[in-house]
């Protein structure tokens, strides 16, 4: 079964100011939501998962496997991170190139349903610079997620997406659901995820450093309007 544990886990970039301080969390198969108002340390939790940060204390355990202990080629097929912003990840001169990059560097087979699903074959000779935000998104997504890892981190994915693309990601985490794949994403949007029926929220809260977790039915409007976060029902306490 696949698990993503933390112990005793303290992330950030400077040891006197941790983003989030002494976390114990156990993530199994599903989909986990991590949530927290703007700079609260979300990317910094992912990539601190994924193996491309340090911990400032403690470890991360991915299927039993210390995350920071094993090559980055054995990391990237264990975990698959798809970054904020997909343009800050591209390195080649076609989206081909920026594919195919993945099973260069870590010799595992692609999915051809993943990606395919996810990249028009139109967009294969194009430079990936010149891309719209949503093709680009899916690329990115496609670039890494179609060796089909284990774990899957997804930060705001579903930004740039028109409702195809939605569908799309959408019915790509459904499979990685069913497939017993550790899937943990962040948003702003919380009601975008109620579709998916998501097991636990993940949130950070950022006056504490504290990473608290929940029952996903349990993550009422109140408690995301006390942790600076969109509520389901925008009109709350807000005046313009
Ligand atoms: N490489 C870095 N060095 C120093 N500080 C950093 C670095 N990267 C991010 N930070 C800071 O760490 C804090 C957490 O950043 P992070 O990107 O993890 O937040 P986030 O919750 O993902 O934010 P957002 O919702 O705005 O995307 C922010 O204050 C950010 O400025």
Redesign the pocket.
């Known amino acids: 079964m696949n698990k993503v544990r933390g112990v005793d886990l303290s992330i950030?970039?400077s040891p006197g100011k941790p983003?989030i301080e002494d976390a114990e969390f156990t993530l199994g198969p599903g989909l986990h939501v991590l949530i927290?108002?703007?700079?609260?340390?979300?990317?910094?939790l992912l990539k601190t998962i994924a193996g491309i940060i340090k911990p400032l204390k403690g470890s991360v355990e991915v299927n039993s496997v210390n995350i920071h202990d094993i090559r980055r080629r054995e990391a990237v097929r264990l975990v698959g991170y798809v970054w904020?912003n997909p343009f800050h990840g591209f390195i080649e001169a076609t989206v081909e190139r920026e594919i195919s990059f993945i099973t260069r560097m870590t010799g595992a087979r692609v999915n051809g349903e993943i990606l395919y699903r996810l990249v028009d074959m139109e967009l294969m000779d194009r430079n990936p610079f010149t891309l719209s935000g949503g093709e680009a998104r899916r690329v990115a997504l496609a670039s890494v997620l179609s060796i089909d890892q284990p774990v899957w981190l997804l930060d705001e994915p579903f930004s740039d997406l028109d409702y195809n693309g939605y569908l799309i990601l959408a019915e790509l985490i459904r499979y990685g659901v069913k497939n017993g794949k550790v899937i943990v994403m962040?948003t702003?949007i919380v009601s975008l995820l109620d579709p998916l029926e998501p097991n636990t929220f993940l949130l950070?809260d950022r006056g504490r450093r504290r990473l608290l977790k929940g029952d996903w039915e349990d993550l009422t409007d109140d408690l995301l309007l006390g942790a600076g976060i969109i509520p389901r029902r925008i009109s709350c306490g807000i005046t313009i």
Do not use: D, F, V
């Open positions: 950030g970039y983003l927290g108002a703007n700079g609260s340390g979300k990317s910094t904020q962040t702003h950070i």
